[in-house]
């Protein structure tokens, strides 16, 4: 199956300072990517839609400021938190839509943000 | 947004048994995946039936869907220890590629 590969894994960092998450579609080309946050043993929340060359769509309830995302290409788009808090600590993932492999949504690995 | 609720929340079976879980939505859907996550990793896709299919089979594991009941279920056969895991379906709609996703249901297989 296609490959979606998010960078860093793991990330620590204090609070008030700006952390980026990156997600990239490998083997396929991705006009539309997606940003979830999982809490620990709950489900997947939407947090916006990431549209190559065009702003996000945000979900409601999410600060647009806080989470930066830009999809400049069709292979990469990128999460930053900014002005991290602890509260922001959670399980961020990414997900792509392949048009190619009849929009099929693939997720990458994940990343853990720890502020601290 | 979640529309899905998941049915059972957890399962414990031995290893060879089958698995069966349910997954229920409120809307209309074009689309319903079924993804499965260990414990602090990503998802991992498993199936993807349309809404004009009614079954699909993809090695151990048998999905169906009803839309009339709004109703999906995935089985999975003769178990294995590795089948562990989350188990999350997830529906788009006509047109919007975005995923709600159910609360999922917990596998465990005792070995």
């Known amino acids: 199956g296609a490959v979606v590969s998010q960078h860093p894994s793991r990330v620590i960092c204090k609070s008030g300072t700006s952390v980026k998450i990156e997600c990239r579609s490998l083997?396929?080309?991705?006009?539309?990517m997606f940003w979830y946050r999982q809490f620990p043993k709950q489900s997947l929340m939407l947090m916006a839609t990431s549209n190559e060359g065009s702003k996000a769509t945000y979900e409601q309830g999410v600060e647009k400021d806080k989470f930066l995302i830009n999809h400049a290409s069709l292979t990469l788009s990128t999460l930053t938190v900014t002005s991290a808090h602890p509260e922001d600590s959670s399980f961020y993932i990414c997900?792509?839509?392949?048009?190619?492999?009849?929009?099929?949504?693939?997720f990458g690995e994940g990343s853990w943000l720890t502020v601290v | 947004s979640q529309q899905g609720e998941e049915d059972p929340q957890a399962l414990s079976i031995q290893e060879g048994e089958n698995a069966t879980m349910n997954c229920s939505y409120k809307t209309s859907i074009n689309n319903l995946q079924w993804y499965r996550q260990n414990s602090g990793r990503g998802l991992v896709h498993l199936i993807l039936?349309?809404?004009?299919?009614r079954e699909k089979h993809s090695g151990r594991l048998r999905v169906t869907l009803d839309t009339s009941k709004k109703s999906s279920s995935l089985l999975i056969t003769a178990s294995r220890a590795a089948d562990t895991a989350s188990y999350f379906c997830a529906t788009d709609a006509w047109n919007d590629y975005k995923l709600s996703f159910g609360a999922g249901t917990t596998v465990t297989v005792r070995a």
């Open positions: 997900s792509a839509r392949s048009v190619a492999d009849g929009n099929t949504i693939y």
């Open positions: 083997d396929f080309q991705a006009t539309t």
């Open positions: 039936i349309r809404s004009n299919e």
